[in-house]
């Protein structure tokens, strides 16, 4: 069985007339026409990929945390500088005066106050790989039959029952 690539068919033909569209005005010229011929098979060209497939990862870590002795005299002064200096601008005269120290003490206590929380933890994502062999269809290799001869191509798509083919016609010349 011959092979022969591609869905082009050439035909010479030597000394002979050129049947009907090929008359006087196309001597020692090629003619092309296209016609179908019929697929005799048909088989996938199969190649086997490895794909990269992302998996996001999601985890929550404890927040680190200082020794807690320094932070908290640290907060609590802050604290009470801020609530004093907020305290120090309501009222006046002896008004103002209970208002910074109440200011003083509400800003060192809630201060305090967060100091004892538990941290919350820190919420990290990642993404890592993993890997999958696929199969996929690159194309497909066709035997076809045409006047009696066997022919073999590439397609990309399956091209069913029948495939057309490009016949040309042209007179050897000695």
Known sequence: MPFRNFATIT??????????????????????RYT?????????LIRTVEVEIPVRECFEQPQREAPRRERSIGRTIAGGIIGGLIGSQIGDGSGRDVATVA????GA????????RQ?????????????????RVEGFRVTYEYR?????????TDPGDRIRVKVSVAPLVD
């Open 11 to 32: 035909i010479a033909v030597a000394g002979l007339a050129v049947a009907g569209s090929a008359s006087a005005d196309r001597q020692g010229q090629t003619v092309s």
């Open 148 to 156: 009696g001869e066997t022919f073999v191509t590439r397609t990309r």
């Open 119 to 135: 941290p919350q933890p820190a919420r990290y994502c990642e993404t890592r790989y993993e890997y999958e062999t696929r199969e």
């Open 103 to 106: 200011g003083t003490l509400i």
């Open 36 to 44: 179908y011929a019929d697929v005799v098979d048909v088989k996938p």
């Open 109 to 116: 206590a809630s201060a305090g106050e967060r100091e004892r």
